[in-house]
């Protein structure tokens, strides 16, 4: 029969509204018909990824961006020139070193401009290291020619010679410290360019392990998808067709009311356990009756042969303490709750018997009528769509196919890029570099060394020609004097000039290797996209070999690219937007399931095929029926209170607790018995605790009678009153609920299961609807993001780039760093050489004239090898003043070979060059510093 749609929809309306229509009662919403819930299982947690992508300078961040700073300035944004490309190049090597040569003579010009920086620092460097040892060895010639600061030109300090030495030292000792800070980068980088390599192959291991979990864990959450999660749908949507009769049936059941049939079935059908309930209460209650009689009357009688045989020893001290803890008229009687209540209930025979006729009037049978009747509906149901669930189960199961064919090629193409062929060829890695880079290591630590050496010569220099006296001829003066800083300073000057072809020779190589490598390798792995060679081989080499690696998953409809792959790795996208697999298999068209599998067709067809039209003769409640159930509902059961039952402590029958009370009487009875005299109560008194045991016992049975009365008293209001306050209510509520049910399906049950059929068809579709969001939504923006990929892959450049190349660069920058440094501190110390030997202060305007004569003739006497090491004046060439007044001539006979040791706390001897000074003129005060007389003035004959 065709279902009139519009009078459906008025009663849907209707219902919704919240005032109930005049003419019928207000029916529940059919929202949830469904009870089934489709748990699904998540994903996979992702994987502890171990890359680490971060880089830490320790401390060499400045020198990296100074070093990163000049190769840019000196070199060109792009590898190879234009013109030139990487085929031309590969198709060169390949044929040979004559095709080689012929290449480079062809395009000589090209890659010279290209590299026209690197190469001018490169020469800069070589010419260095070839010029400076030839300026070294004509510096030393010129050195042992007297030239070039061998020897002071005068013994004595000029007027501005003091001030020279001071500004001069200063601005040698900035250069110091920026050469300084140059000798330890050069150690630092050295020592970071090692352990950099020598973990290069760890890094690159477990950048590779990550990158093995990630597309293990990508493929574990697809299947996860697209195969478990289905399965789960598939089992639950199984479930509804297969259970579809029962949920329509217990949702029309809720919305007429006529659930009330089946708990009136379930009520009647438990009579028989309310009788036997009822059976059981009756004999617990004679029971108890009989059982507190009995413990009363006997703790009665207790109470007076007790105090009958205390009678007989209250004179003695046990037997008065007794009586003092224990008052036995009121201790040994019934609780309060026993005494006031009566237990048996001659009402229940009543009661019993008016269940027994209900039973024997068939009652279970009149019920069980009306819900066979109702039951039926499930039936005509189930019948109804029969035909149509192997088809729903079948087409549901071809897209569950479907979607675990997808899932293979997906893990087919994960499985293609085989990461474990890469990760075995590691460790050749090491096997065939570390020993030359160890070498290299070592190389770094002697030129480091060397440069350290230099350095300490010029620090040494500085700090004796600072902080030292003037040198001089005496053989106890200090050795650590500026003589000796001039020295250092010279072993500087010929040691940055020995090792200078070596040092600078290895830089420029350093320089070299390094610029090519951060050029070609570096900057191409940090941004590939702005890279020409990477973009050459990226076309000519790596998008085949990706193509054939991921025609798996794209079946040859996608071309890839390298650098694209890797900037859309970098912005984290999924795999599945960045392999471009939606024009493979377009995941949204998961939500055309309904026509691409049939299941929505056969589905929909539900609607029409679960239509009841026989529920106008539906009669849940015949009046026999009801007018047997209105009597159950009168019966007296109603009126019984079982409640004083249930209120009762068991474990309080007595006042007091009897064991302990008979402990302690046999306590009494064994102290009276050491006393002849009364010896006959401590009998009675065994005698009465044998007596009270007895009673216990009877106490415990009637605690076990009491508890189980309780248990029954339980069960029986569970068995009646259904959520009521009594048999009686709950009869009469389910009476009317029966009876609405029965108008209720009479006149809508056909219209209100057509409704119920949409909405289960609904939310059967619902649930489908709800998996295809989740995979969807899943692919596309939750699975395989490719954020530990990027890292990894920042994690192998950081490895190689930062921590290796950066260091690298860095050596060689320092090292040249310290020689450019080294060339102006050679300047400088020249001229700190010959300030440092002067051995005499500024001795004023007049002995400075007296001097020049002499000073100039021994100039161009004084050429060539001295025997003088230091280049100080000879002592013996000195002449000594006339003797003083009073002074013995013997005494001052050979001064010049005077006893500094007997001396050495005597005022010096002074001297003058002034013949006409007055000697007989007390001496004047001690000097601070020891002043050398002025040479002989001798004109020659």
Known sequence: MHLNKLPSFLFLLHTARSEPLTTTPQLPSLDGVLDHVVIYQPLPPAPEYKSDDSFNARGMEHVYLLTNTFLDLIQRDDVLPKGINTSMIISAVGEGPTACLQFLKLHWQDFLLQYIGVLTTGIFGLLLAIFLPLIGLFFCCCRCAGKCGAYPDSHYDKRSDACKRFFTGVLLSTFVIAAMFGAVCAFVTNHYTFTGWTDLTRKMDTSLDDAGEYFEHTGGSVEVLLVTNFAELEEVVNDILDESGPTLKKKLANITEAFAIETLNDLVSGLRKVKRNLRDISDDTNELEAKVAQLQDGLSRSQKSLSSALEGCNSNQVCEKFLNQYNLDKDLAMAEDFLKIKFRMPAITNVLSDISDLIENNIEEKVLVGKAKFDEVEKQIEQSIEDIKPKVKSELRQMGVQLENQNNKIKAAL??????????????????????????????????????????????????????????????????????????????????????????????????????????????????????????????????????????????????????????????????????????????????????????????????????????????????????????????????????????????????????????????????????????????????????????????????????????????????????????????????????????????????????????????????????DRVISSIQGEVGYCAPLSTSYNATVVAFCHEVVDPFNGFWASIGWCFLIYLPCVCLSVSLISLYRKSEGYPGPLVETETQPLDKKRRNQGRGHRRNPSGLPEVTHSRALPPVPGEMVAERAHSRYRDTSATRNMEPPRYTSNPSLNHSAPPSAPSGEYERPPPYYYPGP
């Not at 090491?430 to 160890?438: F, P, Q």
């Not at 929909?604 to 106008?616: D, W």
């Not at 079982?642 to 402590?649: A, G, N, R, Y």
């Open 415 to 772: 499985q293609e890029i085989d990461l474990a062929v890469i990760k075995k060829d590691i460790p050749k890695l090491d096997d065939h570099s570390l020993k030359y880079v160890e070498y290299r290591y070592y190389v770094g630590l002697v030129m480091s060394s060397a440069i350290l050496m230099i350095l300490l010569c010029f620090i040494l220099g500085l700090f004796y020609g600072m902080c030292g006296k003037r040198p001089g001829g005496l053989y106890g003066d200090d050795c650590c004097n500026r003589g000796t800083g001039a020295s250092f300073l010279v072993s500087g000057i010929y040691f940055t000039f020995f090792f200078s072809f070596l040092l600078l020779l290895l830089t420029t190589i350093h320089f070299l290797v390094g610029a090519a490598v951060d050029k070609s390798v570096c900057k191409t792995l940090l941004a590939p996209h702005r890279s020409d060679v990477f973009v050459q081989l990226d076309k000519q080499f790596l998008q085949p070999k990706l193509n054939e690696v991921l025609n798996e998953a794209s079946n040859g409809n996608n071309q890839y690219s390298a650098s694209k792959l890797i900037s859309d790795c970098h912005s984290n996208d999924t795999i599945y937007n960045i392999l471009n697999l939606e024009s493979v298999y377009n995941i949204t068209e998961l939500t055309n399931w309904r026509s691409n599998y049939g299941i929505g067709e056969y589905i929909e067809n539900l609607k029409n095929k679960i239509q009841i039209k026989e529920l106008s003769g539906i009669t849940l409640l015949t009046p026999e029926t009801t007018r047997d159930l209105e009597e159950l509902a009168r019966s007296g059961i109603s009126d019984m209170d079982f409640s004083k039952f249930t209120e009762i402590l068991e474990d309080e029958i007595t006042k007091i607790d009897l064991r302990s009370f008979i402990r302690h009487l046999r306590t009494v009875k064994e102290q009276v018995a050491r006393y002849p005299p009364i010896k006959f109560v401590a009998t009675k008194l065994g005698n009465e605790a044998l007596y009270l045991e007895n009673m216990n016992r009877v106490a415990e049975q009637v605690k076990l009678t009491l508890r189980h009365l309780k248990e029954s008293v339980n069960q029986l209001e569970t068995n009646i009153k259904f959520n009521k306050s009594s048999l009686r209510e709950a009869i009469h509520t389910l009476i009317g609920q029966a009876n609405r049910a029965t108008g209720v399906i009479r006149s809508r049950g056909p219209e209100l299961i057509g409704d119920l059929t949409e909405r289960y068809v609904t939310e059967t579709v619902g649930l489908i609807d709800e998996y295809v």
